[in-house]
């Protein structure tokens, strides 16, 4: 018997080795706490230099938004997407949201080597606490959004109380989303400096502030490619239910819900398979 199975036998497990899949589910779920923590700490964290502290979580996407109104209304002019103020509020918060997501999940691990070489956690409660982070910070932004709409169409419908359920939906995708991105920039760090400008196209290309459909209905085929998109999907599924004119088909609600359930499923296993590497190649 070799040192390593009699160790095994034992009882003793090696520093870091990676548990089997399900208990390291397990695991990530009975440490949910911490993740929670996490986020509350590092939303302070953020703020806590500044005068208007988590007001910014709002303040900023209106800014955004606003700004986009002002240009883009400007050079869409009678082109522009019907009701366009509720249209581009419903895209630029949503698509804040995920992109957050993506961004802070891609510098979970990098971001909190200190916490990855102390402590022995499942490393994907990284990314989850900044899922949740977003989260918590789109609350209010929601609320604004649905002031918004009232004041601008006077209109609240049955359709509204689905809602919730597309956050949800585009909640566990996001989740997906963190966890790749967090696994490709802890092992390739040059990806981290092309983020930026894959949040940029990803804006650019989901139809946050123009309508696809008067774009690209000319072009059916592209059409049909570009629903793939799920940036446009989750936005374009919230904009059926809150804003006049537009309708969630159900083509739109079985692409997201397939997203939802798909991709953290992709990315729990993606990221679970280099459990073992993650704060060992700095």
């Given at each position: 018997m070799t040192l390593a199975e009699f160790a095994t036998t034992h009882g003793l497990k090696r520093i870091g080795a990676r548990p089997p899949f399900f208990k390291y589910i397990a695991?990530?779920?009975?440490?949910?706490?911490?993740?929670?923590m996490l986020s509350n700490f590092t939303n302070q964290a953020t703020h806590a230099r500044t005068r208007l502290g988590g007001w910014w979580n709002i303040l900023l996407p209106t800014i955004q938004a606003g700004t986009y109104g002002l240009i883009f209304g400007l050079i869409l002019g009678s082109s522009r997407p019907h009701n366009f103020l509720p249209f581009l509020f419903t895209g630029v918060f949503l698509f804040s949201f995920m992109s957050g997501c993506f961004q802070s999940g891609a510098g979970s691990i990098t971001?909190?080597?200190?916490?990855?070489?102390?402590?022995?956690?499942?490393?994907?409660?990284?990314?989850?606490?900044?899922?949740?982070?977003?989260?918590?910070?789109?609350?209010p932004q929601i609320a604004l959004l649905l002031i918004t709409i009232l004041i601008t169409q006077q209109s609240l419908t049955v359709s509204w109380l689905l809602f919730p359920v597309v956050i949800l939906l585009m909640t566990s995708f996001s989740f997906g989303l963190a966890l790749v991105a967090a696994r490709l920039n802890a092992q390739l760090r040059d990806l981290g400096k092309l983020i930026p400008f894959v949040i940029r196209i990803a804006f650019y290309v989901s139809g946050v502030f123009f309508s696809v459909d008067k774009v690209l209905g000319k072009w059916p085929e592209v059409m049909a490619v570009f629903k793939f998109n799920p940036f446009y999907d989750f936005i374009e599924l919230a904009r059926g239910?809150?804003?006049?004119?537009?309708?969630?088909?159900?083509?739109?609600?079985?692409?997201?819900?397939?997203?939802a359930v798909l991709l953290p499923i992709v990315g729990i296993v993606f990221f679970w398979k280099a459990e073992e590497v993650y704060g060992r190649d700095d």
């Open positions: 695991e990530v779920w009975q440490r949910r706490g911490f993740a929670w971001g909190n080597s200190g916490l990855v070489k102390s402590l022995t956690f499942p490393r994907a409660l990284l990314p989850l606490s900044t899922v949740i982070q977003q989260f918590i910070n789109l609350w239910l809150l804003v006049n004119g537009y309708a969630p088909t159900t083509e739109l609600w079985l692409l997201c819900i397939g997203w």
